[in-house]
């Protein structure tokens, strides 16, 4: 690791000021017998740059083309409506209309090499791609376009034929989704309509449903009213059959005692005797009539507690009955107003995933067509078209070898990438700006300055021979690339202050006197003289002119010569 310079010129348009060489032989020589000679040299306007110089070699990139095309077989239709047979409905409560989970083989066997689906889905012998000629050698100089290889006619239209009929699987189970997620779509909708019209109705269905089993604990309890208030009303009449069975018993009895008492003047008091007997007989009928309507009553009364009993059975029945409907009739509607209201969601959910199968299909549709699109863009007129341009490095097919995914095909000197390592040590690599301007002078085009960027910088490393760090930098070359070649040297220059725009001369054509700057030039007589200048900045090699001068003003460069 050496410095070859610390200062380079850096002349923006201008490479360098033009110098015109004039040998003056004056009228005296110098001392020593010397003479003056003097050399033509312009006032350019450009950049003055300083910085870091350092001799590198070019290293032209290499490019390596490879078959990476995946055409990996789609499996097809029938392997793949094989798997689609349940409904997504089936996760949905109350059954929202499904689609089918259509299977969705994809499965890649990597890259150009594939397996192709059988009616039964067992994967048939790969395919690949067979070299029929090639048409580059190492050395050779391709542009892009130029054609590589040649392939077997057969094994192109093998997998062409291949991909065309994944195509084919693939749109039909597209198409055959898009008819089954129709009625799939009708059936969710219906199970939305089903749902949002139960929970609307939900209140009054289980008021209408309640009031069924209220009218009945109603009626029942009507039922057992009824009952009691006739038990009560045959009571109440009882008591007063009652009365006047003791009446009637009472007037049977003295009726008795007078056919008693009369019995012995019967024959004299026959009429008598007569009444006496017909009021007993009529007494005893009545007395009779009373027991008869009593015990009639007294049945009614023991039917009537044991109607009451079962009408209050049946109304605490109806109760129980009315309570549990209640309970039954609350939940149902509870579960009706939260499906109600899950509708929505549940049928965002079932569409969701209909979409999300479709638009599945419809990928591996799209997929299968890409794959052809891509493999017909790959292989034009059964033959590989190189990439990129340059010349060939490297060919690693022959006639007769098989093509897989990921296939190396040829190597290329990458034109488009030209880069030079140059090792800086950490003081240096400290001054440069990572960002900042690289300019480059190859020894092949000594009057030529290319521009370059950093693009890489290694870690730091120890040079234990010369005890120091140093960085190895890769500065990527810019522009105009195609006269640069593997190998050739140049110094690269990392500027590391620039002055744009300025007015210069060559350091040789300024002297000084005291504080002063002068130069030398011709008067409008052709006489050398003097003229102050103001400098400035300076490269090393050139100088800033502030004042004094302007562009394209000529000035003389002073040098001796010895007598010989």
């Known amino acids: 690791m050496k410095n070859k310079a610390k200062l380079l010129i850096g002349t923006g348009a201008a490479a360098a000021a033009g110098i ?119 050395g050779q100089e391709v542009r892009e376009g130029d054609i590589l290889y040649i392939l077997t006619t057969e094994s192109v239209e093998e997998i062409r034929e291949t991909l065309s009929e994944d195509i084919r699987d693939a749109k039909a189970d597209y198409e055959a989704l898009e008819i089954e997620q129709k009625a799939s779509r009708t059936q969710a909708q219906q199970g939305y309509d089903t749902y949002v019209t139960n929970g609307k109705y939900a209140q009054l269905i289980y008021e209408n449903e309640l009031k069924t089993y209220q009218e009945a604990v109603e009626d029942a309890a009507a039922a057992v009213d009824d009952k009691q208030n006739t038990y009560n009303e045959n009571l109440l009449a009882l008591a007063e059959i009652q009365e006047e069975y003791a009446e009637a018993q009472t007037f049977l009895r003295e009726a008795q005692g007078a056919v008693a008492e009369n019995y012995e003047g019967r024959h004299e008091n ?18 009779d009539q009373y027991e008869e309507e009593l015990e009639r009553m007294n049945d009614e009364l023991a039917q009537l507690a044991l109607d009451i009993q079962t009408a209050v059975r049946t109304m605490n029945q109806c109760q129980l009955d009315y309570e549990k409907a209640k309970l039954d009739l609350g939940q149902m509607q509870e579960i009706d107003a939260y499906y109600a209201g899950k509708a929505s969601e549940w049928y965002s959910i079932q569409t969701a995933s209909l979409d999300n199968e479709l638009a599945s299909a419809k990928k591996r549709y799209d997929a299968a067509e890409e794959k052809l699109a891509a493999f017909d863009h790959s292989v034009q007129d059964n033959s590989i078209l190189a990439e990129y341009s340059g010349v060939v490095t490297e060919v690693f097919l022959s006639e007769g070898d098989t093509l897989s995914g990921g296939s190396s095909l040829v190597a290329l000197n990458d034109s488009k990438s030209v880069s030079m390592d140059v090792s800086l040590g950490e003081e240096d690599y400290k001054a440069v700006d990572r960002d900042g301007a690289v300019n480059i002078v190859f020894t092949a085009y000594p009057d030529e300055i290319f521009s370059g960027r950093i693009t890489e910088v290694s870690d730091a490393a120890y040079d234990s021979s010369l005890g120091t760090v140093y960085y190895t930098v890769t500065v990527t070359v810019q522009g105009e690339l195609s006269g640069l070649y593997e190998g050739m040297t140049g110094d690269v220059t990392f500027v590391t202050k620039e002055l744009r725009e300025v007015c210069y001369v060559s350091n040789r054509a300024v002297f000084r006197e005291g504080t002063k700057s002068y130069v030398k030039v011709r008067d409008d007589s052709g006489n050398i003289v003097k003229q102050e200048v103001t400098t400035g900045f300076s490269d090393g090699v050139h100088v800033e002119v502030v004042a004094g001068l302007s562009e394209g003003d000529i000035v003389l460069i002073e040098s001796k010569v010895g007598e010989t």
């Open 20 to 138: 015109v060489a004039v040998s003056l032989r004056l009228a005296g020589l110098g001392h020593g017998g010397e003479e003056l000679v003097y050399k033509e040299s312009k006032a350019e306007y450009g950049s003055l740059t300083v910085g870091i110089t350092e001799e590198a070699t070019v290293e032209i990139g290499t490019l390596e083309q490879r078959f990476e095309l995946d055409i990996s077989a789609l499996v097809d239709s029938t392997a793949t409506a094989a798997s689609g047979g349940q409904t997504a409905a089936g996760a949905m409560p109350g059954g929202f209309g499904g689609m089918g989970n259509g299977g969705s083989g994809n499965g890649s066997s990597g890259m150009l090499s594939f397996g192709v689906m059988n009616v039964e889905g067992q994967a048939s012998q790969s395919q690949s791609l067979e070299v029929a000629d090639v048409k580059i050698a190492v």
């Open 270 to 287: 026959a009429y008598y005797y007569t009444v006496y007997l017909n009021t007993r007989d009529t007494a005893q009928k009545l007395a």
